[in-house]
């Protein structure tokens, strides 16, 4: 076969795995992922450069998609924090407070499909993290954060950091809105 055909035959197969696995619940997403990735990937990329130069959007993209649905979750978990705050003067001290008064259910942390982990912090603080692509509960103290007002602050190499104290850097002026651990 010419080279433009296989790499054509071949991308067509990646766009329907890849459909195929998007469809799976997303904790299922990931396994199913890393297996079809190591597998099949590395295969198609071998044996094809055209494939191999296509490859990495195809792995950006399963990526980026993770990475959106977190954020969209936490934002959503973040302003029904906010909402608690607002009304009752204080954070919860467990999660499941925010159910059913301000949010409908608990939005799970797309890595685990649970509840993203919850503490609170001195000084009327909170935190909430995802356990991100490791899945490794590291308590929320070695972390990467999300600022809302900073939508670069994110990564997913570790547990995915969401703070109330984040706001409240990013309202401060000395910030510059950085991302600063706690």
Avoid at 33 to 52: C, G, H, M, R
Avoid at 72 to 98: C, D, N, T
């Amino acid at each position: 076969k010419p080279l433009i055909l296989d790499a054509t035959l071949k991308l067509e197969h990646l766009m329907e795995q890849f459909q195929h696995i998007s469809a799976l619940p997303f904790s299922q997403q990931i396994s199913e992922w890393y297996i079809f990735e190591s597998k099949t990937l590395d295969q198609y990329a071998a044996s094809n450069p055209l494939v191999a130069i296509a490859m990495p959007n195809y792995v950006g993209a399963w990526k980026r998609q993770a990475s959106d649905l977190v954020k969209v979750k936490a934002l959503y978990l973040h302003l029904a924090l906010e909402s608690y705050h607002a009304l009752k003067g204080k954070y919860p001290e467990k999660l499941e407070q925010l159910v059913p008064k301000i949010i409908p259910e608990l939005p799970l942390d797309p890595w685990t499909d649970k509840p993203f982990a919850y503490k609170l912090l001195p000084k009327d603080h909170s935190l909430f993290y995802s356990l991100g692509e490791i899945g490794k509960d590291l308590k929320g103290n070695s972390f990467n954060q999300f600022d809302p007002h900073n939508i670069n602050c994110f990564s997913n190499s570790e547990n995915i950091v969401f703070s109330s104290l984040m706001v409240d850097s990013a309202n401060n002026k000395d910030t510059k809105g950085e991302c600063k651990p706690l």
